[in-house]
């Protein structure tokens, strides 16, 4: 009976898995959010606040188990992802306990602490994660749901229709006891799927089958229909639910992934070009985006007139008070622009109490997660994992620029929230799977290939001896 030896000299590369690294940030992580709670206590009352070891000790609780959990299912995960989002998580759940301790807020009838609730979707999402950690043991799998991941995302994107608008746009559906969620949180991850399963099988003939004309590759007309199809959708939703943030998010991934799909600039200009002729023909009938341009154009001449331009005027103050170095946490009058304070402009808060170079910080702990995700998309050994690692860090950032964006006037607001940092428990709970799905990835794309299989060709080595 013969024996088979595997005389090949290619084995795994024991990659280190960088888990200890890990466990350091993420305790370096609750450190500064603690910190940041101690902080905003001195300066509102002279003295540390009472919650202060409940809230470390809680935040130090999902953070740990955050980092069991990977530990255990994703062992070669990206070390950065983790306390990245543990750190945005923490500095908002303080900067939302700061507003709660507004004076101003307190007056009014309608206040309702959001800190605590924050704390329980930060759980709830810290629980998403160790679910999609634990139930999706590959993300190759994701690709046999492409057109049922294209169903549920239209689904989840047309429900709010039937619901009252709130604060003009029809985003947000009511469940009796339960409260109110926003679909659109979670559509962005289930369209990325359909997205990247669709162009990882058409890129070839979006890519090859064009014709050149002025430096462009022009694609073909049958091409077109699925970023036509896209762009009237994210025109409908513009229209029927007066929703300008969701468009510009789902309109730009999908133009973002296609390019990578294809490495074609004309899909960019295209994009661009059919972006803009919507945009301006929808604000030149809809009532709620015009609003939202006028306040952007000139923010100080709706003052006590409309509250889309009044919020934008006092965000614009409170960038400004804060100049370089802020006014310091606790210190601020951003609880002045009402009861968008800790959502939708939470960043005005940042502006003023931390000044430029806290905002600097913040955005660059944002760039690092997109950062991340680029370099898991570019590790990635196959091209569902790539695509859907670059649309998912690609729908991040963009809602990164487009709410930031819209607090500080460079483009008119969207009424979407801070990932991670402003009150909302749907968005807490969409980006802790978003965070989730790009470890997932990460950690295969990290794993050490196998071993090869021993070959019944390969010949014994012999030592030949003179």
């Known amino acids: ?17 960088r888990r200890n690294t890990e466990l350091a940030l993420v305790v370096f992580a609750v450190a500064i959010s603690v910190f940041a709670y101690a902080n905003v206590g001195l300066a509102l009352n002279g003295e540390l606040p009472s919650g202060m070891l409940g809230y470390g000790a809680g935040l130090a609780l999902l953070g740990g188990v955050g980092h069991l959990v990977v530990r255990r299912f994703a062992k070669y995960a990206d070390p950065l992802l983790l306390p990245l989002a543990t750190l945005l998580n923490g500095l908002g759940l303080a900067l939302i306990w700061r507003l709660d301790q507004s004076e101003r807020f307190q007056a009014l009838d309608t206040f309702v602490p959001a800190a605590s609730k924050q704390l329980l979707f930060s759980a709830i999402g810290v629980g998403m994660l ?14 046999r749901y492409t057109y049922i991941s294209m169903v549920v995302a239209l689904f989840l994107l047309i429900l709010p229709m039937f619901f009252p608008a709130v604060n003009g746009a029809k985003i947000w559906i009511r469940i009796p006891g339960v409260g109110t969620l926003q679909p659109g949180e979670f559509a962005k991850i289930i369209i990325t799927v359909f997205f990247s399963g669709y162009l990882m099988v ?5 890519a090859l089958a064009s014709r050149r004309f002025m430096g462009l590759y022009l694609p073909r007309g049958r091409d077109l229909g699925p970023i036509l199809a896209i762009w009237a959708m ?25 390019y990578v799909a294809t490495e074609r600039t004309s899909w960019i200009i295209f994009g661009l070009l059919m972006s803009a002729v919507g945009a301006v023909s929808v604000a030149t009938f809809e009532p709620h985006v015009q609003q939202r341009v006028t306040a952007w154009l000139d923010p100080f001449a709706g003052w006590n007139k409309v509250a889309a331009s009044e919020q934008m005027a006092k965000s614009l103050m409170a960038f400004g008070s804060g100049g370089t170095l802020g006014t310091g946490l606790g210190q ?20 003023e109490e931390l ?18 995700g680029v370099r898991t998309a570019l590790a990635a050994r196959d091209p569902f994992g790539k695509l859907l690692a670059i649309g998912l860090s690609g729908s991040f950032a963009i809602q990164v620029f487009v ?3 819209g ?20 968005s807490v709970l969409a980006n802790w799977a978003l965070i989730a799905i790009l470890i997932r990835i990460s950690d295969t794309a990290r794993r050490p290939a196998p071993a090869p299989s021993p070959s019944t060709d390969a010949e014994m080595t012999q030592v030949v001896r003179p």
């Open 332 to 351: 601020g009058n951003s609880d002045l622009i009402g009861f968008a304070a800790n959502s939708d402009f939470i960043l005005a808060t940042v502006g």
């Open 130 to 143: 160790v679910a999609v950690l634990v139930v999706l043991k590959d993300h190759r799998i994701l690709q």
């Open 355 to 372: 000044g430029l170079a806290g905002m600097m910080a913040v955005l660059l702990v944002y760039g690092l997660i997109v950062e991340r």
């Open 234 to 258: 994210s025109i409908l939703i513009l229209v029927f639910e007066t929703d300008l943030g969701t468009s510009l998010l789902f309109f730009g991934m999908f133009v973002v992934m296609l």
């Open 202 to 206: 058409k890129r070839d003939a979006l």
């Open 1 to 17: 009976m013969s024996v088979v030896t595997n005389t090949t000299t290619i084995g795994a590369i024991d990659a280190p898995s």
């Open 403 to 405: 709410v930031a964006g």
């Open 407 to 426: 607090v500080m006037g460079l483009i008119p607001l969207t009424g979407m929230t801070m990932p991670f940092l402003a009150a909302g428990g749907s």
